[in-house]
């Protein structure tokens, strides 16, 4: 079952802004992870946060996650063309198994 | 980072025959492999967990006689699609999870049944 919920849906901003998605789920998770995927393609991890972390950096991503409000966001800085696609949040909650959010489709404009 | 292959990556197939994908993580050994579901503008829905030498998991509504998976090997899982059907049709793919918590996702097969 989908537990995690993404938004907004779509997204679509100017080459060198910076795309906020957010993320909500249900349940206590064991980590959250933050996937891209490109037209028609398989999925790219991106970033891991683990419940007890609170903000992760991974080059111009920085993923923040807030237990008590289940949530969690992904920033990205300084958007390029090469960003658009498709971001998906994904929580385990326990053996391994990920539940998906419906995605947030981003479109960068150049 | 790892690696994971699908094979094929495209097919086209009559309805009633048996579609066979091949998952295959290529330097590292997979304990788990899950198996995805896509379709068009959504997101990946869960079909089934397999642990190599076990028989596979799989979640509700998905039929194990319909999608027989084999993990045969630390580096190999297969999906064979039985009688496929045009309602089949969509977006296979698989992941492979070795000693971390990360999965690394394959790229994935579009199977259209016709």
């Known amino acids: 079952s989908q537990q995690g919920e993404e938004d907004p849906q779509a997204l679509s901003i100017q080459e060198g802004e910076n795309a906020t998605m957010n993320c909500s789920y249900k349940?206590?998770?064991?980590?959250l992870q933050w996937y891209r995927q490109n037209s028609g393609r398989g999925l790219v991890h991106l970033i891991l946060?683990?419940?007890n972390e609170r903000e992760k950096h991974s080059g111009r991503l920085r993923v923040t996650l807030d237990t008590s409000k289940k949530s969690s966001s992904l920033l990205i800085t300084a958007s390029r063309a090469a960003d658009t696609a498709s971001y998906f949040c994904?929580?385990?909650?326990?053996?391994?198994?990920?539940?998906w959010g419906a995605g947030t489709k981003l479109i960068i404009k150049p | 980072g790892a690696v994971v292959s699908q094979h094929p990556s495209r097919v086209i197939c009559k309805s009633g025959t048996s579609v066979k994908i091949e998952c295959r993580s290529l330097?590292?050994?997979?304990?788990?492999m899950f198996w995805y579901r896509q379709f068009p503008k959504q997101s990946l829905m869960l079909m089934a967990t397999?642990?190599?030498?076990?028989?596979?998991?799989?979640e509700q509504g998905v039929e194990k006689d319909k999608f027989l998976i084999n993990h045969a090997s630390l580096t190999l899982s297969t999906l064979t699609v039985t009688s496929a059907h045009p309602e089949d049709s969509s977006f296979y793919i698989c992941?492979?999870?070795?000693?971390?918590?990360?999965?690394?996702f394959g790229p994935g097969t579009r199977l259209l049944v016709l």
């Open positions: 992941s492979a999870r070795g000693n971390t918590e990360t999965q690394y």
């Open positions: 330097d590292f050994q997979a304990t788990t």
């Open positions: 397999s642990n190599e030498g076990s028989k596979a998991t799989y």
């Open positions: 349940t206590s998770i064991n980590n």
């Open positions: 946060i683990r419940s």
């Open positions: 994904a929580t385990d909650k326990s053996n391994y198994q990920l539940i």
